[in-house]
């Protein structure tokens, strides 16, 4: 197997921890690792603190010692040094190792203070361990090569540190435990809209009901969240519409074409017991049939147009609407032929757009006004430019569209009570229309001045 596909099959096997759990994490880990920092800083200051009390402690004996004795030799200062309480213990000790008392040093004596008796050393702090106590220990100079230390006992000092520590760590535990309690609560409050929202996703993948919606709080308490759900609130409204229209359409249709599809099972058995018909029953019969075939393969042709959406963006190019309309003016015509047609077009017009959609569209419009003309009585077409956009109008002057009929004569299979004895479906108009918004542009119908119907469809809406 190559190293992508192992990557692709891989992926599901580690799944990633929920984003709650992911979040919870982080805030734990910030706010527990602050805690941890501000304790382990605080600890170093306070045992920085503890120590440079005590080193100024032990400046001050080395400066009373110096001044109590400013002559005296390696043997005057050094005493028993038991207690190490102030006064402090304190031994001179020479640079010249030759030059060192008879007895013992009681205070650890090495290279470093040597040095610091030769003057080749800046004085130093040590913390020692001195007859089994915590010590400090200051090594600084003296007179004439010769250094002095002084130690203090550091007991007091180091168990502030180890009582410091102790409730520094205990601190620090109670921050991790509360950083514990923030993340989760964190992580509860602020994803509980993206909760809401993903079991709302789940509940309409479930049920396949897009009406689901989800809960927003109150205007004014927007957040980032709850913009995203009012967003899929919307996107599911839009949902809801085009799934009711769809089943309307599909309900539409069936309803549609039973109709049809009885006459036609009618004139087919009809056919079927042919022998028993004279040979002009089984001609009516057969050319009904034929008719009725026509009108259903129409019907479902007309269901497929609506059914698209969008204009296939390859088959879009520059129009000339000028010649579109001569051209389906032309078919019109043929079809038509007690009706005369009336084409005028005062601006050359060009406009991007599909042109075998927007012939379809001009045909259905066409088809209408020479459908509702009386015959000899001219359909007008008109061509122009208004206010910087193309409109095209076709009017006739037939019986016109009735005021309670305008508002539904765009919707799918609806025809005025006075049409429905003239041959159609009722799925021109919608057709037309959906062709319309798919080129950007608006088609409306309205009572023509002085009779008939006018149809007009504007460019650039
Ligand atoms: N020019 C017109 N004059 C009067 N009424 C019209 C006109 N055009 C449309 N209508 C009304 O609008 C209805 C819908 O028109 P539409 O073109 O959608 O359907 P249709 O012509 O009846 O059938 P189809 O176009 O599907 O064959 C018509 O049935 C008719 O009542
Ligand atoms: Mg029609």
């Known amino acids: 197997m190559t190293g992508a596909g192992r990557r692709r099959l891989g992926a599901p096997w580690r799944r990633r921890r929920p984003l709650r759990t992911r979040l919870a994490l982080a805030v734990t880990s910030a706010v527990a690792l602050v805690a941890l ?16 009390q005590l080193d100024l402690s032990l400046t001050q004996a080395a400066r009373l010692a110096a001044q109590r004795n400013p002559d005296s030799g390696p043997d005057t200062l050094a005493g028993e040094c038991r207690f190490l309480a102030a006064p402090a213990c304190a031994e001179v000790v020479p640079a010249d190792p030759a030059r060192d008392p008879a007895r013992p040093y009681l205070l650890p004596v090495d290279a470093g203070t040597r040095a610091v008796a030769a003057g080749r050393r800046a004085p130093y702090y040590t913390s020692i361990v001195h007859a089994g106590h915590p010590t400090r220990m200051l090594t600084t100079d003296y007179t004439k090569g010769q250094a002095l230390q002084v130690a203090l006992r550091a007991d007091t000092v180091e168990a502030g540190i180890s009582d410091a520590a102790r409730w520094l760590a205990v601190i620090g535990a109670a921050g991790v435990l509360l950083a514990a309690v923030l993340g989760y609560w964190v992580s509860r409050t602020g994803l509980a809209p993206v909760t809401r929202l993903t079991a709302t996703a789940e509940r309409i993948a479930a049920t396949r009901d897009p009406r689901h919606r989800i809960e927003l709080p109150p205007p004014g308490r927007e957040d980032e969240i709850t913009r995203l759900a009012g967003s899929f609130n919307t996107m599911l409204g839009e949902l809801e519409q085009s799934v009711t229209a769809q089943r309307r359409l599909v309900a539409d249709a069936s309803h549609e074409l039973r109709t049809p599809l009885t006459a036609l099972r009618t004139n087919a058995e009809l056919l079927a017991r042919g022998e028993r018909l004279t040979v002009e029953q089984r001609e009516r019969a057969s050319l009904a049939l034929g008719r009725q075939l026509r009108e259903v393969t129409g019907l479902v042709n007309d269901l497929i147009e609506l059914a698209r959406d969008e204009e296939p963006q390859p088959l879009v190019e520059q129009v000339r609407l000028g010649r579109l309309v001569e051209h389906c003016a032309q078919a019109a015509r043929a079809h038509w032929p007690s009706v005369p047609l009336v084409v005028r077009s005062t601006d050359e017009v060009v406009v991007p757009g599909v042109p075998a959609r927007l012939s379809r569209l001009l045909g259905n419009l066409l088809d209408n006004a020479a459908k509702f003309s009386p015959a000899g ?7 122009t430019v208004r206010g910087g956009r193309p409109e095209l109008t076709v009017r006739d002057h037939g019986p016109g569209i009735a005021p309670q009929d305008l508002p539904y004569v765009f919707d799918r299979f609806y025809r005025a009570g006075a049409a429905r004895a003239l041959p159609g479906s009722g799925l021109g108009l919608a057709m037309a229309r959906q062709i319309a918004r798919a080129h950007k542009a608006e088609l409306t119908a309205e009572a023509a001045p002085g009779g008939g119907a006018l149809f007009r469809l504007t460019f650039g809406a």
Not at 37 to 52: H, K, P, S
Not at 377 to 383: A, G, Q, R, S, T
């Open 377 to 383: 009585v001219p359909v007008e077409v008109e061509l």
């Open 37 to 52: 920092g501000v304790c382990t800083a605080a600890f170093f200051v306070v045992r920085g603190a503890l120590y440079d």
